[in-house]
Every structure is written in C-alpha cells, then in structure tokens.
C-alpha cells in the first residue's frame, strides 16, 4: 500500500520560514515525479509546486516562485517543500501527491496524496 | 497560464439521480485532464484521467468525456457516498492548475 505522510507544518509569523517534508512508503520513489498542492481554509484546491523523478526540473505556481523551493532525496524516499517569506495568503494545508504513471509512461492526474499538514501563517 | 472554469459551484441532486459536471480551459488542453472527488477533511481521490480513463476502483456510475477546452464529468446515478466536492485539474502544461470545485450537496 502506497503512503505519503506530510510532516513540518505549524504556525510561523510572516515572513518566517518552514520546511515541510513528504515520506512516502510502498512505492518506488525514485520513478516518480511528484507535486505539492495546498488549501487554503474553506478553499478549493492550487497547485504549488512539481518536481520530476530525478530532480532535473522543477516547476512553481507564480503565487510562490522565488519564495518557495521543492527538493528531494530519493535515497530517503523523501521530498521536501521550503518555504520562505511566508504570508497570510500561504495558510493552507499542503498535501504532496503523485503523478500517476504505467509503464509506458505519464497518464497523468495525481494518484496518491498524503493526508496534508496545516501551515498557519499569522502574527 | 491555463485557467479552467467549472460549472455550476453548486448542484443540488437526489439519491438516484444523474448529474453532469462541466470543466471548460481556457485554451486546448487536449484530453490532459483529470477529476477529482474531495469530502470534507479528507485528501482529494483521483476519479478520471486523461478526460475519460476511469480509475482503478472507481464505480462505473462516474464517467468522463471532452477533449480540446470542453470536459463534463457525469455520475449517472447518484449513491449517498457520492456527495462531495469535485474538481477538475490540467496537467497540459506548467503550471498546472484546478476549477474552483463543484459541491454536490443533496436536495
């Protein structure tokens, strides 16, 4: 059974930093790209960030480039999201998930999510 | 940047009843899109892929069709676990984004 678990979230003052952490389990990690998406409270979904299986590219939401920087460890089945200069509007939950793919490649769509850690922006 | 517009926010249905949801970009995305089911404090489950590939465990009832900027989602017959908050989502090209949400509440 696949599994991704979130880790780092909290409250932070803006313009604070966090790093928040995805440990995924029953998969193997390495062949899979992977993104953050969030949820700000009441909200609908955004997607943040996107980084392929061997971390030669990555992609960012405009809302957060600069700011916020997707990395991971395949050797430690783990990515990670640090996220700087917070504001108010990045209070959200922030699920890692990835793009589901077959043999033959993308099919896309993001077929296993974690099930989010909160991060609260406020003063 | 793609934008994708769903319709309605809000749909109120019956046990039994069928139901369509539209999700429309703002340019071709080609068949790149995917729906999405969300009940309140849980993940969002992947339903349909590639505007018309259902899910592995997925029930029959969901079904997917569209290509181009035109895409609906259609639950054929409604269950009493299908109410919940739907989303579609590109993945064309980055950055990839959602519709609004479709919240399907019961009459």
């Known amino acids: 059974e696949v599994q991704l678990v979130e880790s780092g979230g909290g409250l932070v003052r803006p313009g604070g930093s966090l790093r928040l952490s995805c440990a995924a389990s029953?998969?193997?990690?390495?062949?899979?790209?992977i993104n953050w998406v969030r949820q700000a409270p009441g909200k609908g979904l955004e997607w943040v960030s996107y980084?392929?299986?061997?971390?030669?590219?990555?992609y960012y939401a405009a809302s957060v480039e600069g700011r916020f920087t997707i990395s991971r460890d395949n050797a430690k089945n783990s990515l990670y999201l640090q996220m700087n200069s917070l504001r108010d509007e990045d209070t959200a939950i922030y699920y890692c998930?990835?793009?589901?793919?077959?043999?033959?490649?993308?099919?896309?769509?993001?077929?296993?999510w974690g099930q989010g850690t909160l991060v609260t922006v406020s003063s | 940047d793609i934008q994708m517009t769903q319709s309605p926010s809000t749909l109120s249905a019956s046990v039994g009843d069928r139901v369509t949801i539209t999700c429309r970009a703002s340019?071709?995305?080609?068949?790149?899109l995917a729906w999405y089911q969300q009940k309140p404090g849980k993940a969002p489950k992947l339903l349909i892929y590639?505007?018309?590939i259902l899910e592995s465990g997925v029930p029959s009832t969901f079904s997917g069709s569209g290509s181009g900027t035109e895409f609906t989602l259609t639950i054929s017959s409604l269950q009493p676990d299908d109410f919940a908050t739907y989303y579609c989502?590109?993945?064309?090209?980055?950055?990839?984004?959602f519709g609004q949400g479709t919240k399907l509440e019961i009459k």
């Open positions: 998930a990835t793009d589901k793919y077959d043999s033959r490649g993308l099919l896309g769509g993001f077929d296993n």
């Open positions: 029953g998969l193997t990690f390495s062949r899979h790209s």
């Open positions: 980084i392929t299986s061997t971390s030669v590219y990555t």
């Open positions: 340019q071709s995305i080609s068949h790149w």
């Open positions: 590639k505007a018309s």
């Open positions: 989502q590109h993945y064309d090209s980055f950055p990839y984004s």
